[in-house]
């Protein structure tokens, strides 16, 4: 039996190629997102994490600080998510959640990844339109 074709190795090896080529890209691309950073250039916390942000966005305040920032309220009896992170939009909390080096996703669009805080709050906003953060009770 005759082996492969030489159109058929040829399409093999560019086929390996092009899967290796997508495996760096992806990994690179995870690995080059700067922890800590944004498109408004916010400064890392002392944890290396995200800084705080504060702005209108689409007519809707957001705001968002480190654990650091936020540590006397969880002393006063505010209920935590576990992320070291608080967003609010318009004074209303938005729970965020870290996902390692894939990014960060919050209830609102909680099967996106997002690079910061900041763009998973901006994106709840836009899904939100126009509606109230409602609080979010685990309880309930």
């Known amino acids: 039996m005759p082996g492969p074709t030489r159109r058929q190795a040829l399409g093999a090896a560019i086929g390996i190629a092009a899967g290796g080529a ?8 995870a690995d ?6 944004s498109s408004e ?3 890392a916390g002392r944890t290396g994490g995200p800084g705080s942000f ?10 968002g600080t480190p654990a650091e920032a936020h540590a006397s309220a969880h002393a006063h009896g505010h209920a935590g998510h ?12 938005l729970p965020v959640m870290q996902h390692g080096k894939s990014g960060w996703s919050s ?4 099967y996106e990844r997002f690079a910061t805080p900041l763009e998973a709050a901006r994106t709840a906003v836009i899904s939100l339109k126009g509606a ?3 609080p979010f009770d685990p309880t309930a």
Do not use: C, K, M, W
Not at 54 to 63: L, M, S, T, Y
């Open 132 to 134: 109230v953060v409602v």
């Open 32 to 37: 080059t997102v700067p922890a800590g950073t």
């Open 41 to 43: 250039g916010s400064t």
């Open 54 to 63: 504060d702005e209108v966005f689409e007519g809707r305040r957001i705001q």
């Open 22 to 29: 997508l495996v760096g890209v992806t990994s690179a691309s």
């Open 82 to 93: 576990g992320t070291g992170y608080r967003v609010l939009i318009d004074g209303r909390e």
């Open 107 to 110: 209830t609102i669009n909680h």
